[in-house]
């Protein structure tokens, strides 16, 4: 738990002579938050916040994020450093376990990941179950809740090794459950894992290699896989982290928690959101309707988003964001697209947004989701499978958030609490003296 700060807040019910002394408590980075803990008890009320924009659910050693200044570390190493000099596995043995690998244990993790990329060969029957044209979120979210049909051998949430098993059946799986969802949307054979390859090139594989023909993959498209992968591959409490935590902290098996984070990253103001920049530039279609489109942004009663714009937490530039822009540019330089009708209009849009006092008011910059689609088309992946992508790399964080929290001594059920404006106590009028 953190150091109780020297400094305390008190809460004095105006009108009466109750007061509650609520501690403060300091992370290493970050403002300090009051403790409430005690206030239901002490003064007999609860806080209010929809949306949590001022609560801290947890405490954390993860991930931090500084909105104000763009800032985004993961277990303290800033994201442009990781995406810059690491591997997804790399990140993914730092976020599980709090500090990066040595070469020793970094050999280990990858045999431990590698040994679980294949599925049960009765889990591809349950691709049929679904029509072709799901959506491969569905699939996914469907295929990953069942993996707790499939492994219960490593279901005991008490148990150390249990819970190492099945952060490493996620991660290795994941991969695995969303190239099959696409490749069932598409008609082709189901391609299995290749153990020898790097997870973001296996994966590349299982998306892109077919049975008939060599595959031939391409050094710079892997390496802007793995950097897509390690960009998303943790966000401190967002939505789908959240929904991971309340899950989980039932004491629900960690292959339904992640079902349950997948469900709530599909939304189009979480992940669905990359899915959905990209239609909104093929509906803009052209530079031309760019200020035709910004004023039905800025219309309050229009209820159009600049999808990939604003954030919760980022008030500056998604760190994220910056290293998307520059990827995209490798990406499209790597594939011989010299002009990207669709890179030009994000680009400019950017530029009149950027410019705008609409979006300059309400601190509203590119997130991470503004470049990534025009990334993915690039490389093939239809639209259908970005948030899914998402998923692929989001798993490692969700698993990460899991264990700590399970690790975690204090750990107690989420039960929030509410404020409650229905129907006073009243009794029950029969059907017949109602008309
Ligand atoms: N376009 C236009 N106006 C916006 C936008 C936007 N993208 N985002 C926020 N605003 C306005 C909003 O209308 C509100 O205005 P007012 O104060 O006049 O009512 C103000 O900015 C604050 O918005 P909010 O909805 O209260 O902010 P929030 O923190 O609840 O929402 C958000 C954050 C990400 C849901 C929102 O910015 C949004 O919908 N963005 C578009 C979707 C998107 O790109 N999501 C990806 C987020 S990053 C990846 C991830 O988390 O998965």
Known sequence: MSDIAKGSATLTLEGSNRAAELPMLTGTLGPAVVDIRRLYNDLGIFTYD????????????????????????????PIEQLAEHSSFLEVAYLL?????????????????????????????????????????????????????????????INNPEHRRISAFRLIAKVPTIAAWAYKYSIGQPFMYPRNDMSFAENFLYMMNAVPAEPFKGSPIL??????????????????????????????????????????????????????????????????????EFIARVKDKNSNVRLMGFGHRVYKNYDPRAKIMQRTCHEVLGELGIKDDPLLDLAVELERIALSDEYFISKKLYPNVDFYSGIILKAMGFPTSMFTVLFAVARTVGWISQWKEMIEDPLQRIGRPRQLYTGAPRRDYVPASARD
């Not at 050693?61 to 570390?73: F, N, P």
């Not at 591959?233 to 004491?251: I, P, Y």
């Not at 997948?262 to 200020?291: C, F, Q, T, Y």
Request: glycine share 12%; proline share 4%.
């Open 50 to 77: 929809p949306g949590y924009g001022g609560t801290a659910s947890c405490e954390s050693k993860i991930t931090y994020i500084d909105g104000d200044e763009g800032v985004l570390l993961y277990r303290g190493y």
């Open 96 to 156: 599980l376990n709090g500090d990066l690998p040595t070469r020793a244990e970094h050999a280990e993790f990858e045999r431990g990941i590698i040994r679980h990329t294949m599925l049960h060969e009765q889990l591809r029957s349950f691709f049929n179950g679904f029509r072709r044209d799901a959506h491969p979120m569905a699939v996914l979210c469907g295929v990953v809740g069942a993996l707790s049909a499939f492994y219960h051998d490593s279901l005991d």
């Open 222 to 291: 892997t390496q802007a896989m793995d950097r897509i992968l390690i960009l998303h591959a943790d966000h401190e409490q967002n939505a789908s982290t959240s929904t991971v935590r309340l899950a989980g902290s039932t004491g629900a098996n960690p292959f339904a928690c992640i079902a349950a984070g997948i469900a709530s990253l599909w939304g189009p103001a979480h992940g669905g959101a990359n899915e959905a920049v990209l239609k909104m530039l093929e509906e803009i279609g052209h530079v031309d309707r760019i200020p």
